[in-house]
């Protein structure tokens, strides 16, 4: 014959207890009961005993797990804790402005020069207009793409409204938060799909093409360790590209005459040298 009681002692808490013996274990998950029934009292102002907070822990399995727990920190660090937001996902002339006209679709162009040497070529391009830029660089970390940036920033005069990149490494960090300070909209590509990003891919075989195959001191500049004569010879091509070459996608005009014409009747900034008028 059994020797159990017949009528057993049952734990008696009420629905706002035990929520606030949920919320506060959540927030603390490894402190044991006697502490958490110290912060209890100072944080909701009265008192529960040791036992209900046992029994709230065990009736919701309040336990630390330590694998899920590291999966949560993994998932935070290479999210950055923000959702990226896809070329698929919106239509980019919702972004435009009469402010902020431009929507500029970057890219890198890798350069493999003799002797194992590396260098670097940002480019960018608007959407629509087609005024383009690119600078060289010796390295393509976020810093570099940074300096990008803020140069493009202030070619237009600070008129981007969203911007266009790839998932590389150099689009992330200090360019991600110069996008923010500046207020424009960082829009990705999605993974491994070149064609989201078929504008800027296009230029960068203009730029290859038209420039880099025909000028033949742009190279051996390139393999200096100061850049500014590759820079300048890139730039003067940039010149021709914006203000002379037509366009079959803008009527054979120029992308400055094609933006001159349609937009602004007087439009003055040059988007190489700001200090530069056209006439």
Same mark, same amino acid.
């Given at each position: ?6 009528? *057993? ?22 402190? %044991? ?8 009292? /100072? #944080? ?5 005993? $040791? ?12 336990y630390f797990d330590p694998v899920l727990a590291k999966r949560i920190r993994s998932k935070?660090?290479?999210?950055? %804790?923000? @959702?990226?937001? *896809? ?6 002339? /919702?972004?435009? !402005? ?27 391009? #608007? ?13 393509? !970390? ?15 005069? %600070? ?10 490494? #150099? ?5 991600? #938060? ?15 799909t070149p064609k989201d990003n078929a504008v800027d891919e296009r230029f960068n075989r ?8 025909? /000028? ?8 200096? !360790? ?18 002379? @070459?037509?366009? $079959? ?31």
């Amino acid at each position: 014959m059994s020797k159990a009681p017949i009528s *057993r002692r049952s734990i008696n808490i009420d629905f706002k207890t035990e929520t606030d013996i949920k919320n506060i274990r959540k927030k603390y998950l490894r402190l %044991g009961k006697v502490k958490l029934q110290k912060l209890f009292k /100072d #944080e909701y102002g009265y008192f529960v005993s $040791q036992n209900h907070i046992s029994y709230v822990i065990q009736k919701h399995n309040l336990y630390f797990d330590p694998v899920l727990a590291k999966r949560i920190r993994s998932k935070k660090i290479k999210g950055m %804790g923000h @959702r990226k937001v *896809r070329i698929n996902e919106i239509n980019p002339n /919702d972004c435009l !402005s009469l402010n902020k006209p431009f929507f500029f679709c970057c890219d890198t162009i890798v350069l493999y020069l003799p002797y194992g040497i590396k260098r670097y070529i940002l480019t960018a391009i #608007e959407h629509e207009k087609k005024i383009a830029y690119a600078r060289c660089y010796k390295n393509k !970390s976020s810093l570099s793409a940074f300096d990008f940036l803020l140069r493009l920033q202030a070619l237009v005069d %600070g008129k981007i409204s969203a911007i266009l990149s790839d998932n590389g490494s #150099e689009f992330a960090k200090y360019f991600d #938060e110069a996008c923010k300070r500046f207020n424009i909209i960082h829009i990705f590509s999605r993974v491994k799909t070149p064609k989201d990003n078929a504008v800027d891919e296009r230029f960068n075989r203009t730029i290859q093409e038209e420039f880099m195959e025909t /000028d033949e001191y742009f190279e051996p500049y390139l393999t200096e !360790s100061n850049l500014v004569k590759a820079n300048e010879r890139l730039t003067e091509w940039l010149i021709f590209y914006n203000f002379k @070459r037509p366009h $079959q996608s803008l009527d054979y005009r120029s992308p400055f005459e094609y933006y001159h014409y349609k937009f602004f009747e007087k439009q003055k900034l040059s988007p190489m040298y700001p200090t530069l008028t056209c006439t």
